[in-house]
């Protein structure tokens, strides 16, 4: 059977290897709709839609997509998604570079969406200032005029530095062999204690070369935050108090400045979408 050109073309751009970098940009990259119902004008108009990140976690999960499902077929895709070991920058898929509320000192924005502050039990003044404050943009920007000496967890110090710089370290992979319907699990990870890669496969562990890392059965990859690479896991998640209240805020409370929060956004993509002539903003 002779199949058209553009057949084999498909085929062998299909077998590519593909970059992570370039998968985070289609996954980031604008769509346009052309007929996507607006809540605001209760018609069907042009729209765009985007997937931005607002705030980058200290510890980074990637799920690669392997199993296709589709309406004639089931696979696994066995691409090499070549993805780097060292150095993975999202500087670029950050939206406070491009979005107006980038205008907010960091202090403020990391307040503004949610950020909690560490206080000093020893200052007074500070807890004073933090039991006084939510998450809305007006008492975060009065909390950052009042006093510049709060402690935010070094977590966050990537924001509140104003760093465009956001730099990511591979230091573990979970893999899979087999097809769909069955396979095998094994991982790689970076050993803190003498900096090599090690492969533990069930019950056995070895140490193998850096540039196995790297394969086709790369399935989830771990991330650690640069600026975060020396802390702890309690250092990065600290536990939660074990009384609610101790904090000055119910869950109550703090699903209500949610709320507070959800509403605001909504009210600036209204704003925002009100100048755009034809085309609404989705987010």
Known sequence: MDFDASVQQHQREDNQPLNLTHC????????????AY???CKTLRPA???MDIWRLPPLLVIHLKRFCFTQVSRRKLHHLVDFPLRGLQFGDFVARKRDPRGQISGLEYWLFLGGKLRVNANDRKSELLLSSCNSKQKKAKALARESTALDAPAAATAVIRGDDTFLYDLYAVVNHVGALGG???FAYVLS?????WKCFNDHQCKDIDEKEVVSSMAYILFYRRR????????QLFPPL?????????????????DKIRVEELMQRSKLSSAGNGNTCNIS
């Open 183 to 185: 396979g095998h699990y």
């Open 24 to 35: 985070l940009e289609i996954f980031t990259a604008k769509e346009t709709i052309p007929e």
């Open 192 to 196: 803190d204690h003498d900096g090599k």
């Open 38 to 40: 607006c809540g605001r």
């Open 227 to 234: 600026d975060v690479a020396n802390m702890s896991i309690k």
């Open 241 to 257: 108090p074990t009384d609610a209240t101790s904090n000055g805020a119910s869950t109550e409370e703090e699903a209500a400045n």
């Open 48 to 50: 765009t839609k985007k």
